[in-house]
Each structure stands twice: as structure tokens, then as C-alpha cells.
T-cell receptor
Framework: DAKTTQPNSMESNEEEPVHLPCNHS???????IHWYRQLPSQGPEYVIH???SNVNNRMASLAIAEDRKSSTLILHRATLRDAAVYYC?????????????FGPGTRLSVLP | NAGVTQTPKFQVLKTGQSMTLQCAQD?????MSWYRQDPGMGLRLIHY???????DQGEVPNGYNVSRSTTEDFPLRLLSAAPSQTSVYFC?????????????FGPGTRLTVL
């Protein structure tokens, strides 16, 4: 799987939008971009994933660059509950039975 | 659905002891896996299974055994616990294990080996 690069930490104010970047310059044409987050003392949870087009769900939006070498997870209004480590992960759509490679992720702090 | 459940939540072992971490899912998922997470680190894959009777090694398999006799259960056995196995262990499952499948994680087991 191709590697991803994320900032170690970011800070946001409550109720403001947050843009979490991820670089994946060696992404292949069949790699999906997944985002998971891990709240304190919990297991990771799915946030969103996409291939080429921007994606929206009730939790967040995923903006994918036209060349797909980077993407941004957007939390539209950060809450204190969004304080977590966010992981950007690539998985080839043709992969079967292999794991997600979790890097160190971005630790998001949300200030009241 | 209960999702992915893990027991126990906490465990303290002495060096050399053995134990089994339990993992169960009620979503009829074929793919299950075990990860460990050391402080301040990402998750690392220990073992995984793509269906009952089929298991394979991940990135850090030494010192651990698994078996998959049913679709629902995927226990992780520590054969002879060592302090280096102090970690938080997460079990996860997904429908098939394809690259687009969402993974569902359990709440974790915090293991301390003295």
C-alpha cells in the first residue's frame, strides 16, 4: 500500500471548521482513501472514504485533489467530542484479506 | 447488533503466563483481525482471518497464536507473556476484507505484563 503523510497535531476552536490534510504522492489509480478516527481510550472508528470525487456524510466531508496526491478531511463544525487522532489510510480496491496500515495520524485538539 | 466485543477490558499477567483474549462479532463478517497499539503509536497487525478455518500472520505475529473455528469468534492466545507484549489490543472485522470494506473495531483490551 502507498504511504501517507499527515501533520502530527492540529488545534481548532469549538464550532469552527477543521481541515485535516493528508499527502499521498505515490497513490495508485485503484487506491481508495479512507479516514478513521480514534477517540481517547476507544478503538478506531470509520469516518469516510472515497476514490476520486469529493464525498460527504453526516460526520464529515472528504475533498480529494484532482491529481489525487493529497486529500483533506473537513469537519464542518468541530465539537469537543471530535478531539481524537485522525488516520488517513490508503487501501487498494483489489486488496483482499490484508490490513489497514495505521500510521501515527494527526492528533486534533478542540478548544472550548 | 452488539458489533465487535472484546473481553476482558483489562488484564495483568506475570511474565511467562498464558492467556486468551476473546473477540466476537455478530455482523456475519468474514474478515477479522487483531492489532496491537503501543503508547503514542499507530496500530500494528498481529494476525488476521478471511474466514472460518483460515488465518494468516500480520506484521508482528511472534508470541501470539490464533484460530478461527466459527465466523463469529477470533480468539488471540498469548503463549508465554513477556513485558514487551504490554499494549492495548484491538480486534476488528469487516464484511469480506476487500479494500473498500469498512472495518469495525472493538473497544480494546489493555494488557500489562509484569
Amino acid at each position: 500500500d502507498a504511504k501517507t503523510t499527515q501533520p502530527n497535531s492540529m488545534e481548532s476552536n469549538e464550532e469552527e471548521p477543521v481541515h485535516l490534510p493528508c499527502n499521498h504522492s505515490t497513490i495508485s489509480g485503484t487506491d481508495y482513501i479512507h479516514w478513521y478516527r480514534q477517540l481517547p481510550s476507544q478503538g478506531p472508528e470509520y469516518v469516510i472514504h472515497g476514490l476520486t470525487s469529493n464525498v460527504n456524510n453526516r460526520m464529515a466531508s472528504l475533498a480529494i485533489a484532482e491529481d489525487r496526491k493529497s486529500s483533506t478531511l473537513i469537519l464542518h463544525r468541530a465539537t469537543l467530542r471530535d478531539a481524537a487522532v485522525y488516520y488517513c489510510i490508503l487501501r487498494d480496491v483489489l486488496d483482499y484479506g490484508q490490513n489497514f496500515v495505521f500510521g501515527p495520524g494527526t492528533r486534533l485538539s478542540v478548544l472550548p | 447488533n452488539a458489533g465487535v466485543t472484546q473481553t476482558p477490558k483489562f488484564q495483568v499477567l506475570k511474565t511467562g503466563q498464558s492467556m486468551t483474549l476473546q473477540c466476537a462479532q455478530d455482523m456475519n463478517h468474514e474478515y477479522m483481525s487483531w492489532y496491537r497499539q503501543d503508547p503514542g503509536m499507530g496500530l500494528r497487525l498481529i494476525h488476521y482471518s478471511v474466514g472460518a478455518g483460515i488465518t494468516d500472520q500480520g506484521e508482528v505475529p511472534n508470541g501470539y497464536n490464533v484460530s478461527r473455528s466459527t465466523t463469529e469468534d477470533f480468539p488471540l492466545r498469548l503463549l508465554s507473556a513477556a513485558p514487551s507484549q504490554t499494549s492495548v489490543y484491538f480486534c476488528a472485522s469487516s464484511y469480506k476484507g476487500w479494500g473498500t470494506d469498512t472495518q469495525y473495531f472493538g473497544p480494546g483490551t489493555r494488557l500489562t505484563v509484569l
